[in-house]
């Protein structure tokens, strides 16, 4: 019986097995192949457009609810009431990810996506207008999030399963890598604008911004060709039947449930501890809109070099190495609880972008290479069920238990939820032993315009 020691011995490479790989310039150039699949290219663009939207919203919203709560009791705004913004857009994830998986696996991914984009458009379209006439209070800003979260709910399962349907498997790494590359480079982007924006003009300028950039992101979406899966039976069966086959994916898989359940607390005490109060913190003591974007800016900095990491290195036992990477999540709301200056939070804020991403990746192969690919949307809806389901939660009690026994109080509280929960997920063995190089289980067709991949079969 192994232990995490030897375990972490056994993935890493040797110097002489790093000296015989290729190198890294060979790699990086080997993994930008996959460019030459055209309509992977219009996912990659519409990934620009939407996710520079997210990163404009990750400022503006937050920033919208606080100048509308400003009062003699919170000169600084009122964090109790972006706790609740912030979980009524993370609320609709608890009610229609499941149904966003179902209509993905039934139906065309690309047209899911379309239909989330305009959902969140919606959302970011109502926000703006209410700012611009000064009719914005917590209650038509909570409608409006709902509306984001509902695009965001349906986005994601289908926007998943759509790029294995594209690209081989053996090119899948890199597609996640790229794809992830592009969502994290314009996340960082729009949240460095964001801040201006908010800063200079105000949030609902921001958001009216955002809701243009979701429309012309659709525009990529029409020219993706992708069918409907083909049904055996001669309808599709109910949405009911269609929920529990997905879950039985998810309850047969130990490592699977095991790191949905640890997310479920990670990002709980991520969303509650930084998300929530990292707004209040950077505009009461470290310098406002500008600050947070700045911190937010230094995530997707570290997201976009966790990309980079997974286009030129894999490892043998992905879920391992992921849920190490976890702990670092910790960090940011650790380091601000403690009072630390601008530039110490910035740095954490990198490394956990950094962790978060290369983890994805790695979550996303991992799921391609042992999911059957006629039910991944379905399982990938259970995994954002899952791992957000405690989000709200997080999000609501983070701003009242700040506002009653402090800041720093919450946040290191939340920085020991996240240690805890990842240490348990670290015991299981199925977590620890996951491998990487697992024949491919696939339901499915090869993908457009390509000749069945070497290992590409059902087993």
């Not at 709560?69 to 609740?84: E, I, K, L, Y």
């Not at 240490?423 to 977590?431: C, E, Y």
């Amino acid at each position: 019986m192994s232990n995490p020691a030897q375990d972490f011995a056994a993935d890493a490479p040797s110097i002489s097995q790093v000296a015989e790989s290729q190198s890294l310039k060979e790699t990086f150039r080997e993994s930008l192949t996959v460019l030459r699949v055209s309509q992977f290219r219009l996912v990659l663009f519409e990934r620009l457009l939407s996710t520079s939207a997210t990163g404009i919203s990750s400022v503006a919203l937050s920033f919208a609810v606080l100048e509308v709560t400003r009062s003699a009791a919170h000169p600084d705004g009122n964090a109790a009431a972006v706790s609740f913004v912030l979980a009524a857009q993370l609320a609709p994830m608890l009610v229609f990810t499941l149904v966003g998986g179902v209509l993905a696996d039934r139906f065309r991914p690309q047209r899911v996506m379309m239909a989330a984009n305009f959902a969140a458009a919606a959302g970011e379209g109502l926000a703006a207008l209410m700012m611009f006439t000064h009719a914005a209070n917590t209650w038509n800003l909570l409608v409006a999030a709902v509306l984001m979260g509902t695009g965001g709910a349906l986005f994601y399962p289908s926007s998943q399963s759509l790029i294995p349907r594209l690209v081989h498997e053996e090119k899948m790494q890199a597609a996640s890598s790229l794809s992830r590359l592009a969502q994290s480079s314009t996340l960082m982007i729009g949240a460095a604008l964001g801040g201006v924006l908010v800063s200079v003009f105000g949030p609902g300028w921001a958001m009216g911004l955002d809701a243009g950039l979701l429309l012309i992101g659709t525009l990529p979406l029409f020219r993706i060709t992708v069918t409907a899966l083909e049904r055996v039976a001669e309808k599709a069966p109910g949405m009911v039947h269609e929920l529990r086959e997905g879950w039985v994916e998810v309850r047969s898989r130990t490592w699977l449930w095991a790191v949905i359940a640890c997310y479920a607390a990670v990002l709980a005490g991520w969303f509650g501890g930084f998300l929530v109060l990292g707004p209040e913190v950077a505009k009461a003591r470290l310098g406002g809109a500008g600050a947070w974007a700045t911190i937010v800016s230094c995530d997707g900095l570290g997201i976009l070099l966790g990309g980079v990491a997974g286009l030129v290195y894999q490892v043998k036992r992905p879920m391992f190495v992921g849920t190490i990477l976890t702990f670092t999540f910790a960090l940011p709301p650790v380091v601000m609880g403690l009072g630390g200056p601008l530039w110490a939070i910035s740095v954490v804020s990198v490394v956990a972008g950094f962790s978060g991403e290369y983890f994805m990746i790695l979550w996303t192969v991992a799921l391609t290479r042992h999911i059957p690919q006629d039910k991944l949307a379905r399982v990938y809806s259970y995994d954002a069920l899952g791992s957000l389901s405690a989000s709200p939660l997080g999000d609501l009690i983070a701003g009242p238990a700040s506002n009653a026994v402090g800041t720093k109080a919450v946040q290191l509280g939340a920085g020991g939820v996240i240690i805890a929960a990842t240490g348990l997920t670290f015991m299981s063995s199925q977590v620890r032993h996951l491998r990487a190089d697992a024949p491919v289980i696939s339901a499915l067709p090869a993908p457009l315009g390509e000749e069945p991949a070497p290992g590409f079969a059902a087993v």
